[in-house]
């Protein structure tokens, strides 16, 4: 029998009867000709995340972000009214970089005045204004106030600074996220600034990344040499279910149930979480954010552990019931691989058994991310020999499904409407 209760259909899956229940192929995560089209339907269409405004803490403030699968790199400032702007990182002259450190393969941030090209000099403002010319009377009616930093739309939503490489974009950023995702507006996510980050490149395709955080089925397998071998049996034993699944749109949402280690047996939970009142689930001692917005733990789940928000098509925002939440990015590179990074963002701690606390739950999630990591190189591995075509998948995996769906359908309209 199942702890929680199902939708009337019998299944979340049913639930939303445009999924269906038939296996599913992976040939989008395994296919070099797929993910040149999934370039043009999904990642120079759709909305993305790149960041926060706490990135960018006065005028002047920049960071540049690649976007390969935008065939993009661009430059995230706030200008001299303070409003978040981005544009193409490329000079107007011979089509440099414009801004970049030691490695123009890198990333990088800081603070200016104004950008100067390394190449030759030629010179933007703040607003991408084009506002000097090295030796200008050498050229050929060049008109300076034509010739600014090309512009990307880009829009803020709780502090979430989102770009889009379309033209001119389908649907605004807030009708892009929707009502399940903008029924989050109120959490404090401003005032939770002290960050954990880390990222690496994986040997898989993004989506099976994405899979991998969008089900917790795997989780008393897979991690269960990440507890104590007690725990372990019995989480295996019982294996695992969420209470609430929700699919608007494009995106999808998970809640969990939640787990108090705190209030555990010691042989169930490991020394280090013991000492540092810390461990996966974050700092055991929990901190009240106020009143939450409606749409976290939209199913009012008791006790509630997370709600763990996909955003199509490839960020995730995941809000913790003892106040901290964390993001991650699934940044493609190819089609068999990926960059993926993780933060982890807490309220400033104010003594050093809370930085302390914090460093813990950190550490433990890189831990499992690269323990994931490692699997999903073999899944990758293994779906490109095409042996098998199609895979089972359960109830619980029903935002999986929905996402390779949804990325079939954000392609098969788009080619369809070019027609």
């Known amino acids: 029998m199942p702890r929680f209760p199902k939708p009337p259909e019998g299944s979340w899956t049913e639930h939303y009867p445009d999924l269906g229940t038939d296996p599913v192929s992976y040939e989008d995560s395994i296919t ?13 269409r759709a909305w993305l995340n790149v960041g926060r405004v706490e990135q960018l803490p006065r005028k002047g403030s920049y960071f540049t972000k690649d976007v390969d699968a935008a065939h993009a790199s661009i430059i995230v400032l706030r200008d001299r009214e303070g409003r978040v702007r981005a544009f193409h990182n490329i000079c107007r002259h011979r089509g440099n970089k414009l801004v970049w450190s030691d490695d123009p393969k890198q990333d990088t941030a800081g603070f200016c005045r104004q950008f100067t090209c390394k190449y030759h000099g030629w010179r933007y403002d703040l607003d991408g204004a ?7 009377g050498e050229f050929f009616n060049v008109d300076k106030s034509r010739n600014g930093l090309a512009p990307v739309h880009c829009d803020v939503w709780a502090g979430f ?66 507890s104590p071998e007690k725990y372990s049996a019995a989480a295996q034993q019982a294996g695992f279910e969420a209470p609430h699944y929700q699919i608007e749109g494009p995106h999808r949402m998970v809640s969990t149930s939640g787990v108090r280690f705190w209030e555990m047996d010691s042989e169930l939970v490991k020394p280090m979480e013991i000492l540092t009142r810390s461990g996966l689930f974050g700092p055991w001692d929990a901190i009240d954010l106020g009143e939450m917005p409606p749409g976290v733990n939209p199913a009012k789940c008791d006790p509630w552990g997370l709600d763990s928000f996909q955003l199509f098509p ?10 901290w939440y964390l993001t991650y990015h699934y940044w493609p590179t190819s089609y068999n691989t990926h960059v993926f990074e993780g933060n982890v963002y807490f309220m400033p701690a104010t003594n050093i058994r809370e930085r302390i606390a914090q460093e813990m739950a950190a550490v433990t999630f890189k831990e499992f991310a690269l323990q994931d990591s490692n699997t999903l190189e073999a899944t990758q591995m293994m779906l490109e020999t095409r042996y098998i075509d199609r895979f089972h998948l359960n109830d619980q995996e029903i935002l999986c499904r929905h996402l390779h769906k949804v990325v079939g359908d954000w392609v098969g309209d788009f080619e369809g409407a070019r027609k």
Not at 32 to 44: G, H, L, M, N, T
């Open 130 to 136: 084009l506002t000097f010319i090295q030796q200008e």
């Open 161 to 226: 600074i989102f770009v889009n490489f379309a033209r001119e974009p389908e649907q605004s950023l807030r009708e892009f996220l929707g009502p399940m995702v903008t029924a989050l507006e109120g959490y404090p996510f401003e005032k939770q600034t002290a960050r954990f980050g880390y990222s690496t490149t994986i040997h898989a395709n993004w989506k099976l990344y994405m899979d991998a955080f969008a089900e917790f089925y795997h989780a008393p397998v897979l991690h269960a040499k990440q």
């Open 314 to 323: 490839n960020f995730v925002i995941l809000i913790w019931s003892q106040g």
């Open 32 to 44: 070099p000709e797929f993910y040149e089209r999934e370039k043009s339907a999904i990642f120079k």
